[in-house]
Structures are given as structure tokens and as C-alpha cells.
T-cell receptor, first 115, second 115 residues
């Protein structure tokens, strides 16, 4: 069965600290997609990244970086030099290639960055 | 990226009444639309998948007679909560995709409060 686990419910850091949000997934498919979304207090989901199962290259986008490791079924997200504006709930999600595009979300990690 | 709108952004209704939420893809044709529900401090749960011109496919545990979904055109899907009750109060989010292998774009969400 497909499942996404974000074990960290809440994380609190001080501005400029680095923070890593963990994501572990389960799937029996060999072809799948992994996502990270940010949900600020307004509620609107903000797309951050999509990674397919055949691309294990790490990705960096500004202060954001992602580490995809199939061997441990993990897709972790790191924010470097965190800022107050990074405060939000972050969701990791999984979509299997032949499940009609359905997204299975993790429980979310609420990140609070304090000044 | 593509734009998806939802209307209304928030609605308050009395118990027993029905409420219709619209989801529109503004600049692309959405062959597939998804409806999610999110309770406070919880993750997004997929309610149903709708393909243009077909009946919606509901997830297990979602009452199809209570949550009526219509996807009559390539740019519009509607979710009607019939005979709403306070336990239906939630944040409803739609997403739209040009096809099952394509990116999903999320609407801003509709906050429903049933009194």
C-alpha cells in the first residue's frame, strides 16, 4: 500500500538555522513521483518540487535542497539559513504512475521560524 | 504555472442546507480534477477524482450522495455538499490536471463552516 510518513509534527528553529524535514514513503510501484508542498497560514498550497523515481539526483533551489534516497525510501527537504517567511506547514506527497494522478499526502510538518 | 480558482473562498451555511463549490482551471483544459478535504491541523485527504464527462470516482468512506461532484466541462468542476452538517465544516481544496501524467495545480481552497 502507498503511504507517506512525516514523523516530525512540529519543528521550531531560530532564524538563520538550517532545518531538515523528513519524509519516508512506501510504494510497491517502480514508477512514482514525490512532491513537496508548502502551506502558509492562508491555506493555499505552494508547489515546491516534483521528483520522479528514476531521478535520484539531489536538487538545490536557492536556500532549498532535497535529498532523494531510494535505498531508504526517503525524500528529505532542507532549508538553509531559515527565515521567518519559511514558517508554514510542509507536506510531502506521493503519486504512483498508474493510479490516475492521485496524491497521497503525509501528515505534514509545521515549521516555526522565530526571529 | 497554471492557475486554478475556487469560489467561494469561504462560506457559512446553516445545517441542512446545500452548498456548491466551484473549481475552475483558468488557462488550461483540465481533463482531471481532484477534490481534497482538510480538517484543522490535519493533512489533505483525497475525496474524489473527476474526469470530464464521466462520473466521479470516490475514495473509500466518502459518501457520493452527500458530496456531489460534477465535471461538466474541461474548465469547471463543482462539489456540492448536500444537507450539510457541522461535521462537514472543513477546508475543501481542488486541484486540476491536464491529464493523469501531468502536474496538478491547486486552487486556493474554500473554507466551509456549517452552523
Amino acid at each position: 500500500a502507498q503511504k507517506v510518513t512525516q514523523a516530525q509534527t512540529e519543528i521550531s528553529v531560530v532564524e538563520k538555522e538550517d532545518v531538515t524535514l523528513d519524509c519516508v514513503y512506501e510504494t510497491r510501484d517502480t514508477t512514482y513521483y514525490l512532491f513537496w508542498y508548502k502551506q502558509p497560514p492562508s491555506g493555499e498550497l505552494v508547489f515546491l518540487i516534483r521528483r520522479n523515481s528514476f531521478d535520484e539526483q539531489n536538487e538545490i533551489s536557492g536556500r532549498y535542497s532535497w535529498n532523494f534516497q531510494k535505498s531508504t525510501s526517503s525524500f528529505n527537504f532542507t532549508i538553509t539559513a531559515s527565515q521567518v517567511v519559511d514558517s508554514a506547514v510542509y507536506f510531502c506527497a506521493l503519486s504512483e504512475a498508474f493510479q490516475g494522478g492521485k496524491l497521497i499526502f503525509g501528515q505534514g510538518t509545521e515549521l516555526s521560524v522565530k526571529p | 504555472g497554471a492557475v486554478v480558482s475556487q469560489h467561494p473562498s469561504w462560506v457559512i451555511c446553516k445545517s441542512g442546507t446545500s452548498v456548491k463549490i466551484e473549481c475552475r482551471s483558468l488557462d488550461f483544459q483540465a481533463t482531471t480534477m481532484f477534490w481534497y478535504r482538510q480538517f484543522p491541523k490535519q493533512s489533505l485527504m483525497l475525496m474524489a477524482t473527476s474526469n470530464e464527462g464521466s462520473k466521479a470516482t470516490y475514495e473509500q468512506g466518502v459518501e457520493k450522495d452527500k458530496f456531489l461532484i460534477n465535471h461538466a466541462s474541461l474548465t469547471l468542476s463543482t462539489l456540492t455538499v448536500t444537507s450539510a452538517h457541522p461535521e462537514d465544516s472543513s477546508f475543501y481544496i481542488c486541484s486540476a490536471s491536464a491529464g493523469v501524467l501531468y502536474e496538478q495545480y491547486f486552487g486556493p481552497g474554500t473554507r466551509l463552516t456549517v452552523t
